[in-house]
């Protein structure tokens, strides 16, 4: 055997599965000459029980072998490939070609007797029974060997010899949130601000914050991810719109942490901003948001203000220029006065031991998922290291990757041990680029790197939204919910915000730097919102199990440069409810066009045959239709842009 999948590139750390998911394993099985084989998968759970499942031939000619098994049980499961010469398939297949032909009769079902002799279940002594009697048909005495019953016998156990098995190969399943989830990123200080006549605000705390919660939750997510939450530096502060010059009451980016606290110490990452609370306020806020089903992700940015303490306590953990001052980041053209980054080359191990510590502390806080930013501009081993250890102690805790960088690391850090990675999805628009994107995410790098498809960020508002109107938004949000088991929104979202700073990618009057008050009743009494589309969204999510998937993604045709087809679909043996799920997405990525075009669709991937004939229902619309293969759509940008169609196989002839 070769070539077993899941695995990693390299096979440096093992793949990952998550509780649900519906896994292919594969392998590539092959022998000299003609005979034919028996492949199957031998599993071991993390409780010690073996399961083996019959492994099928996937394309013929390949050598190529899958079974596919749903994982209910978080731990590490241990799986191997066992392969034989198969006899009694070996032997059908070459006796049903000789009795065609009529070539060698008695030999052949002497021989396929021979294999049953000893066998004493019913089914097997009645088919050696049959092929030792010549006075039947020969076609008859080949049913007998083709019957049901000796199938499933020997099937459980098989007649075979030469038998190999392969290496043991590890799969840690984890718990579902690491792969599914919808979330909502929001500014605890802005939810509850209030501007002053003067001009200055009260900002917002985890009290005001938590009324927003309830809405939140009934929109259907199911994670609320914070930005940092801990005291911001005064030196070098940022002022409105990222500029060098902020004002008294500005009250600067949450991720240069460190800062004055009340009794006027600074506080770093362990502290809580003051202005928004005290612990026990946090821990109301965070039981607050668990009453409603909901889990608080909270961010883990590894940088400092110059006012943390760890530039007076170590300052052996920064990069110190030739001047005798402390380097801050950059990214040119882009300046970061008011942040300064650990130089992980320095003292490694103190960092290692506080870094550990901040995580057993906001686990102890209730905190279970945790957003990391920019986690490309630290050490890789850094990061094995520290995953692995919260995993021993904590498995049930998630690390969402802000892996904004070149593919090599990106995937490097999912390999080694992210449970969610951002992607390139926000800068991925065209057909033929989402057509490439979902595909690669469906691909062999399911195996270890799961997308979270965030449709906007406080730094990115992409050209495709400022310029989009409220159909991209809906194009966006439909796709991500659809794409990937895993998506999210940023807050404000749903008022379509989509005015950006001159000359780059990021919203004017940028949250980071500002608080900024948002009425959402307003907008709803308005109906100038998209909440209720993402409310639909979510409900279509949580209603049909394909879309808990990643791997079953396939990308289909349309005759329309704009039109992007795409379906996802799960047996009935692995949805739980003993029926198929199966939904087809037709977006038209115009945002400013009307489509109309024929859509092509390989039922085979539905599991449908290739001429069938079957109802479909718009999830979005409630509209009805019959499809088959081929099927003519119109979707207006400015009404409905895409089609999420159900297909109703109880009416499937």
Partial sequence: MRHLTPAQPEDRWPAKSFRGEVVPFEATAFREGHGELGVELVLVDPEGRQHTHRMRSVAPGTDRWRAEVRLDAEGTWLWRVKAWTDDWATWLHNAEIKVAAGQDLELVFAMGAELLAGRTAKACVEAR???????????????????????????????????????????????????????????????????????????GTFRTAAARLPAVAAMGFDVVYLPPIHPIGVSHRKGPNNSTSAGPNDPGSPWAIGGPLADGTLGGHDAIHPDLGTEKDFAAFVAAAAK????????????????????????????????????????????????????????????????????????????????????????????????????????????????FTRPAILHSLAGAGFHQSYTYFTWRNTKAELEEFLSQLAGRSADYLRPNLFVNTPDILTEYLQFGGPAAYQVRAAIAATGAPTWGVYSGYELFEDVARPGSEENIDNEKYEYKARDWARAASTGKTLAPYLTRLNEIRAAHPALRQLRNLRIHWSDDEAVLVYTKHLAAEFTGEKKPDGLIIVANVDPHSVRETTVHLDLRELGLAPDARFEVRDLISGDRWEWGADNYVRLDAFTQPVHILAIDYSKVP
């Fill in 129 to 203: 029974t049959a092929l030792l009697d010549s006075t039947r048909a020969p076609e008859e005495r080949l049913a007998a060997a083709r019957d049901a019953r000796l199938t499933r016998l020997i099937r459980t156990r098989p007649i075979a010899w030469l038998s190999s098995i392969s290496e043991q190969r590890s799969l840690r399943v984890e718990r579902a949130r690491a792969a599914v989830g919808s979330w909502y990123e929001f500014f605890p200080r802005s939810e509850g601000a209030k501007r002053r006549t003067d001009g200055s605000w009260t900002s």
């Fill in 292 to 403: 409603l089903g909901l889990e608080i992700a909270l961010d883990l940015a590894l940088q400092c203000s110059p006012d943390h303490p760890w530039v007076t306590e170590h300052p052996d953990w920064f990069t110190t220029r030739p001047d005798g001052s402390i380097a801050y980041a950059e990214n040119p053209p882009k300046k970061y006065q008011d942040i300064y980054p650990i130089n992980f080359d320095n003292d490694p191990e103190g960092i290692r031991a506080e870094v550990l510590r901040l995580v057993e502390l906001w686990i102890s806080r209730g905190i279970k998922i945790f957003r990391v930013d920019n986690p490309h501009t630290k050490p890789l081993d850094f990061w094995e290291w520290l995953l692995g250890e919260v995993a021993r102690e904590h498995p049930e805790v998630v690390f969402l990757a802000e892996a």
